[in-house]
């Protein structure tokens, strides 16, 4: 779990819904839209996003990342 802080890294549709303030639902399907690309990515089964990346995207600033 270290590790995964120090890369700041957000693991799961439900964590990265509650980062953004959004639900599972909500944030499955922007994901499975396309509007969370190439922020959030999927490993395996599992998707993951940088809260660094995600903080910039929303902020305009999606090349920042």
Avoid: C
Avoid at 9 to 22: C, F, N, P, Q
Avoid at 40 to 51: N, T
């Amino acid at each position: 779990m270290t590790e995964a802080r120090e890369l700041d890294l957000i693991w799961g549709v439900g964590a990265i819904g509650r980062e953004i303030g959004r639900t599972y639902q909500q944030t499955y399907h922007m994901i499975q839209a396309g509007h969370l690309s190439p922020v959030v990515r999927q490993v395996g089964q599992r998707y993951v996003a940088s809260r660094k990346a995600l903080v910039a995207f929303f902020h305009g600033q999606e090349n920042a990342a």
